[in-house]
């Protein structure tokens, strides 16, 4: 079955970087975009992102132009997530999350990961 | 980039009523419409995609509807497990935008 697992919880610096992992497996991995989505807490969902696991190319919500990077280890199948120049608006629930048609175009979600909440605190 | 308004922001409704949110677009985006449901502590989990297509596995009571600027989700005959926060995503073009969700809670 698809599953999308994440790494743990991180407490951040506010200046700091985070990186994030999302290791995808029940599918090839190289067919299906994945894209990171935040929330904080109590608030609305925020899209970040999308890379191609097959291509590596990125493509970032302009929020996060520049702080944001995206890559990809598709040996162990695995898109990492870092956001760099923490501040404390960054403390949120991390997603990385597939889209269920392979080749791109359908830019919504079927399969999520668990979650990464990222604390930034002094 | 295109905003997203969902109402109500919040609706308190029964077991077996019939619920309706409504999504509305800052311009036309067709029927390049997801929604989403979310319960606390968890990944939000997808319902409806272009518009008015069932995901799979998602219970038939729930339908949506509409396209260019406006359009509805509907809850028909509201069940215990769907008491949640749902949410409108507009998925024809980038920066993709979320709307600001509605909860639906026990009245």
């Known amino acids: 079955q698809v599953q999308l697992v994440q790494s743990g919880a991180e407490v951040k610096k506010p200046g700091a970087s985070v990186k994030v992992s999302c290791k995808a497996s029940?599918?090839?991995?190289?067919?299906?975009?994945i894209h990171w989505v935040r929330q904080a807490t109590g608030r609305g969902l925020e899209w970040m992102g999308w890379m191609s696991p097959n291509s590596g190319h990125t493509d970032f919500a302009q929020n996060f132009q520049g702080r944001v990077t995206m890559t990809r280890d598709t040996s162990t199948s695995t898109v990492y997530m870092e956001l760099s120049s923490l501040r404390s608006e960054d403390t949120a629930v991390y997603y990385c999350?597939?889209?269920?048609?392979?080749?791109?175009?359908?830019?919504?979600?079927?399969?999520w990961g668990q979650g990464t909440l990222v604390t930034v605190s002094p | 980039d295109i905003q997203m308004a969902q109402s109500p922001s919040s609706v308190s409704a029964s077991v077996g009523d019939r619920v309706t949110i409504t999504c509305r677009a800052s311009q036309d985006i067709s029927n390049w419409l997801a929604w989403y449901q979310q319960k606390p502590g968890t990944a939000p989990r997808l319902l409806i995609f272009a518009a008015s297509s069932l995901q799979s596995g998602v219970p038939s009571r729930f339908s949506g509807s509409g396209s260019g600027t406006e359009f509805t989700l509907t809850i028909s005959g509201l069940q215990p497990e769907d008491f949640a926060t749902y949410y409108c995503?507009?998925?024809?073009?980038?920066?993709?935008?979320f709307g600001g969700g509605t909860k639906v809670d026990i009245k």
């Open positions: 999350t597939r889209v269920p048609c392979s080749g791109g175009g359908c830019d919504f979600w079927d399969y």
């Open positions: 029940g599918y090839t991995f190289t067919n299906y975009e």
């Open positions: 995503q507009q998925t024809n073009n980038f920066p993709l935008t």
